[in-house]
């Protein structure tokens, strides 16, 4: 059989399926889309379904698998499915939220944790467990939790932990087992196994080959819904869009397709200009819409303190709010398309396409991938506006069940040119989520400022500190492990890091929910050794045990002397979008000197409010730094910070930061350490 991960799709008419519980989970839609790739049909259910519903499925089912969650698996979450769930008597796996939910419906007691954990690490296993068949007994894993099993029940055992903490669980009669960590995402190098090994050993399923090209499925689809309308294509010139075109043109033919480009006054550097004359060279007739000066200027209506309540918002220019950011922008862009239909002839025959995928609708928390979800981000094709769309079914979205990496494989299916397909995706909003705007200081920073900054320095100076005695440094030892004692008093044998608490907020994934949190930087002495590996390590220690950080970065140019106590007002205008895209445009130039634009799935550049190094306090704060994002991930569910030496030559990242350093009015340039979780791929 051809891989089904990239061409290949369950047919819903497999005579056996596995039942998928969403609880909420931020990879509910993974763990779906992982059984498929197994060649095994999915149900997927909410928490809350009811016997009627189940008992429709029944005769089908072999498993039952429960997602993660933003909550905690208590008791009563464990009643809910005492006479559902638990009736069916099948096997049962559960994951993060649903490995808590096993655990306390056996007895177990499930709490908080010391630290919180939102990252890799490493666990042992009991390689006797069906579970681990064919693994070694040390295994890495992605972990998104700040709750835990503290008592074990009678009846469960424990099948795999980490530094004391229970990992995995197993009845000790029932084929039910229990994960704290994500089996489902890249990030557990050997997850696809252990869900091959539920599946298969555990739940009895053989391989099914009743499978249909997705391909096909996809131009089936857009002919069903469209019928004999005209489709109007929204082309940002990135893979989802330019195959979305492809598909439409393939489907319906040329002639019922208008594409249209839409320069936001967001672009990078002569994106439009490209955009256009690459897709014009596949045979696409696109009309370019200068709107600049319609986004900047752009409102929406707004929910206010999360109350039903909506209030106009302020011209986007004037918007600090990250989110409130991005719902202005996702829906000037449907009120442009709605503008352009209304002129078209026999209006009501046009229908509106995007090149939605998966992970926009699982981030944005649309009820098309969990009914449950938090949302971490909305995606500019997710907005209120088009929700409104989708629900009128004046939008066809034939790629929302797609990964990138699904996309980019069809993409060559369908011939397109390889610099199309290997692009490096560019958000639709633009570099507007890439400019941190900010007019002053949140409120919170100013009151605990020293307190967090204290425990930062703490756990930096940890070797030489950890014989005196305060209160901050016994709590910092409740939440210390000996595998991470032993690693920050191994700091003493590296150059000094000087850790400081940064004024500016970026969002987040940690536990299956949406963070807002601060950032911290690291620097050393001049002309000291980046030591990599050592940032790395201490990045995912300081988001564990520093609830309100989610994200770290190097900041070169030597230590910083003095804390940033102050920013520069900064908001969407031509100057911060221009300052951006030169500094944008020299970073992507150099990768591609150093021949090195494949080694990474994404390079997101981002503008800071922060002036460091201004000779007395009483300067103003006017320049602005960089924060470099290079970023390695297939599915951009999950992925990982860049490590310099490893997936990007040190020489590039030392020459990025020259280049950069020469743009006018920069500051300093950062570069993000930050993992997916806890961090974000963008940082709004």
Not at 258 to 280: C, Q
Not at 566 to 593: F, H, N, W, Y
Request: contains cysteine; neutral net charge; proline residues 5%.
């Amino acid at each position: 059989l051809y891989t089904i991960k990239f061409e290949m799709k369950m047919n819903n008419v497999s005579d056996v399926q596995i039942l998928i519980v969403d609880a909420g989970a931020q990879y509910g839609k993974v763990i779906n889309r992982r059984i498929e790739e197994l060649g095994i049909s999915t149900v997927f259910l909410p928490l809350n379904t009811d016997k009627e519903t189940l008992a429709k499925h029944a005769a089908t089912l072999r498993g039952v698998i429960i997602s993660g969650g933003p909550g905690v698996g208590s008791v009563e979450a464990a009643k809910q499915l005492e006479d559902t769930i638990f009736k069916l008597n099948l096997p049962i796996l559960g994951i993060c939220f649903g490995h808590q939910i096993i655990a306390s419906a056996f007895g177990s007691t499930v709490g908080t944790s010391n630290v919180r954990e939102d990252g890799v690490i490493g666990i042992r296993v009991d390689t006797t467990c069906p579970l681990f068949s064919g693994l070694r007994d040390e295994q890495e894993v992605l972990v998104t939790h700040g709750y835990g099993i503290t008592e074990l029940g009678p009846d469960l055992k424990i099948v795999a932990e980490a530094e004391d903490i229970i990992q995995g669980i197993q009845h000790i009669s029932k084929p039910i087992f229990g994960v704290q960590f994500h089996p489902e995402v890249d990030l557990t190098r050997k997850g696809r196994i252990i869900l091959r090994n539920f599946c298969y050993q555990i739940c009895g399923i053989s391989l099914k080959d009743i499978m249909v090209n997705r391909q096909a499925l996809c131009i089936e689809e857009i002919r069903s819904q469209v019928g004999d309308k005209m489709v109007l294509a929204l082309l940002s010139g990135g893979v989802d869009s330019t195959v979305l075109a492809a598909l439409l043109t393939k489907a319906i033919g040329p002639g019922r397709v208008l594409a249209v480009h839409i320069d936001t006054g967001l672009m990078r550097k002569n994106e439009s200009t490209l955009v256009v004359k690459a897709l014009k060279n596949l045979g696409l007739d696109v009309k370019r819409l200068n709107c600049e000066y319609r986004f900047l200027n752009g409102k929406t209506f707004i929910h206010l303190d999360g109350n039903k309540n909506t209030s106009l918002s302020e011209c986007l220019n004037q918007v600090v709010d990250p989110e409130h950011k991005r719902r202005i922008i996702g829906d000037v862009y449907i009120h442009i398309m709605k503008d352009l239909i209304s002129t078209m002839e026999s209006a009501d025959k046009v229908i509106l396409a995007q090149g939605t995928l998966a992970p926009d609708l699982i981030e944005s928390g649309s009820h098309l991938s969990s009914s449950m979800a938090d949302t971490i981000k909305t995606h500019h094709n997710d907005s209120p506006l088009a929700r409104e769309f989708r629900n009128e079914g004046r939008l066809i979205e034939p790629l929302q069940t797609f990964y990138k990496d699904e996309v980019r494989e069809l993409g060559r299916e369908l011939n397109l040119p390889a610099e199309l397909v290997n692009r490096h995706p560019f958000p639709g909003p633009g570099l507007g989520p890439r400019i941190i705007c900010q007019q002053d200081l949140f409120s919170w920073y100013l009151e605990n400022y020293n307190d967090f900054n204290n425990k930062l320095n703490l756990i930096c100076s940890y070797h030489r500190l950890r014989t005196t005695q305060s209160q901050m440094l016994n709590s910092l030892e409740a939440q210390l492990s000996d595998a991470k004692r032993e690693f920050l008093i191994s700091l003493k044998d590296h150059p000094k890091i000087y850790p400081v608490l940064l004024p500016v907020r970026t969002v987040g994934v940690q536990g299956d929910g949406r963070s807002y949190s601060f950032a911290a930087g690291f620097s050393t002495d001049t002309g000291a050794k980046v030591n990599w590996p050592v940032l790395f390590q201490l990045t995912k220690l300081v988001t564990m045990l520093c609830p309100n950080v989610n994200r770290c970065c190097y900041i070169f140019g030597g230590m910083v002397e003095a804390p940033v106590r102050d920013i520069t007002p900064t908001l969407l205008s031509p100057g911060s979008v221009s300052k951006l895209r030169e500094a944008d445009a020299v970073v992507m130039e150099t990768l591609r000197q150093h021949d090195a634009v494949k080694s990474v799935s994404q390079m997101p550049v981002v503008l800071l409010p922060l002036h460091f190094d201004r000779p007395t306090r009483h300067e103003p704060s006017t320049k602005h730094s960089v924060v470099l994002r290079p970023f390695v991930t297939q599915d951009f569910m999950t992925g990982q910070a860049a490590i310099p030496g490893v997936h990007l030559p040190e020489q590039c990242v030392n020459d990025i930061v020259s280049a950069v350093s020469g743009v006018i009015g920069v500051s300093r340039v950062l570069y993000d350490l930050t993992d997916k979780p806890p961090g974000t791929t963008e940082w709004e």
